[in-house]
């Protein structure tokens, strides 16, 4: 007998984990105004990219003295170039609890071959940050997109720390707080939490990280799109909105309208509470049914952008191709796209809830998703 599917749909299926949703007030027409075969040196395209720098300064909350720079290739550009150009100096402590640190444990370990110590922890769980010595740098991933286990907090990090503190904010920029005075170089990319285009990456530098580059040159090469100084100073354009190569101007029209769509809704604190409203509604539904979980143990970790679930019914005998055979069934469906874990994590499922979903959306896909595990454990 077949199982009845719920009455009611969400209005937009989209919970993938980048390129995320797009604001719910969003049209084409939001970009009519993109400053488009004009070159992004002229004053229309400068003007512009300022104004993002500006606007993401603002609504983060970060402060004044601190550099912001749009680079190439998203978090990942944005990350590398701070990596290259930073570590070194001394010793580093390389943390990793999912996949995308873990990539960036390889780079330093593998190609730029520094005296590392690596910290890492299985998924669902998290290293211990206390135990680190803040006297190396450390490289670390705020929120890990592909576990949905985050830093609960910034409090264990020391303020009279002597190394640098690199972190990986891509999933957690514009939904968590980050403390500002604890992170020295922070990277994140625009198609995450808010929403935008791919491509283009953000790149946040302290006093202290610009300190270090204006003192340290690396013993390898550079490439042009990792150079942040000439003659031994900071290239200041970089961070006034004169990025390294050519940006899509239609991207940054993207993100201005995100960025605007934020600061209408009430900024920092308005977007952490849509996460948080989108995350708690999935919580209160594993806490309803026995078999599915958050996939981080600590409830004090888990995510409220990047929702990792794992099936736990004992039934399920080949957790890999549940998982997908639910992820395909309500992507048929056209209830959730794109919701399918990631590649190298455990099988299961992963749901984006960064602000720019709805969290009606959620509250319709959720008995779908029942009705999917229902109708796939008949099948088994």
């Known amino acids: 007998m077949?199982?009845?599917?719920?009455?009611?749909?969400p209005a937009n299926p989209r919970f993938s984990s980048g390129p995320c949703a797009k604001p719910p007030t969003w049209t084409l027409d939001a970009l009519s105004d993109a400053a488009l075969g004009r070159s992004h040196r002229a004053a229309v395209g400068k003007a512009k990219l300022a104004e993002a720098i500006e606007l993401t300064r603002d609504i983060l909350g970060i402060p004044a003295d601190y550099r912001i720079g749009i680079v190439p290739a998203?978090?990942?550009g944005a990350f590398e170039m701070a990596m290259w150009s930073l570590l070194g100096e001394r010793p580093v402590q390389m943390v990793a609890w999912e996949s995308f640190g873990t990539g960036w444990v390889s780079d330093v370990t593998k190609q730029l071959k520094i005296d590392a110590t690596?910290?890492?922890?299985?998924?669902?769980?998290?290293?211990?940050?206390?135990?680190?010595?803040?006297?190396?740098?450390?490289?670390?991933?705020?929120?890990?997109?592909?576990?949905?286990?985050?830093?609960?907090?910034?409090?264990?990090?020391?303020?009279?720390?002597?190394?640098?503190?690199?972190?990986?904010a891509t999933s957690a920029a514009f939904a968590q707080n980050l403390p500002w005075d604890k992170l020295d170089v922070t990277t994140f990319s625009w198609q995450k939490v808010m929403g935008g285009e791919?491509?283009?990456?953000?790149?946040?530098?302290?006093?202290?990280?610009?300190?270090?580059?204006?003192?340290?040159t690396p013993a390898w090469p550079l490439p042009k799109i990792f150079r942040m100084t000439k003659g031994g100073k900071l290239i200041e354009g970089i961070f006034q909105g004169a990025t390294i190569n050519t940006p899509s101007m239609l991207a940054v029209e993207d993100y201005l309208f995100a960025l605007k769509w934020a600061k209408s809704i009430g900024g920092l604190d308005a977007l952490r509470m849509r996460a948080?409203?989108?995350?708690?509604?999935?919580w209160n539904f594993c806490a309803a049914h026995d078999w599915i979980d958050n996939l981080a143990i600590d409830s004090a970790t888990r995510s409220n952008t990047s929702v990792c679930l794992k099936f736990t019914d004992r039934r399920i005998t080949d957790g890999a191709a549940f998982?997908?055979?639910?992820?395909?069934?309500?992507?048929?469906?056209?209830?959730?796209?794109?919701?399918?874990?990631?590649?190298?994590?455990?099988?299961?499922?992963?749901?984006w809830c960064g602000a720019t979903v709805e969290t009606s959306d959620i509250e319709a896909m959720l008995p779908w998703l029942a009705w999917a595990f229902e109708t796939e454990i008949a099948a088994l």
């Open 74 to 76: 998203s978090d990942t």
């Open 323 to 351: 998982a997908k055979a639910v992820a395909k069934r309500l992507d048929a469906e056209d209830i959730a796209l794109d919701i399918g874990a990631y590649r190298d994590a455990p099988a299961g499922l992963r749901v």
């Open 2 to 9: 077949a199982i009845a599917k719920p009455a009611t749909r």
């Open 118 to 168: 690596s910290h890492t922890a299985d998924y669902g769980e998290i290293v211990d940050m206390a135990a680190l010595n803040y006297d190396n740098d450390v490289c670390f991933t705020w929120n890990g997109t592909t576990s949905g286990v985050r830093v609960p907090s910034g409090d264990v990090i020391p303020a009279d720390r002597a190394g640098l503190t690199l972190c990986d």
């Open 276 to 282: 948080n409203a989108n995350a708690q509604a999935i």
């Open 198 to 216: 791919a491509a283009h990456g953000m790149l946040v530098l302290s006093p202290r990280a610009v300190a270090r580059l204006e003192s340290y």
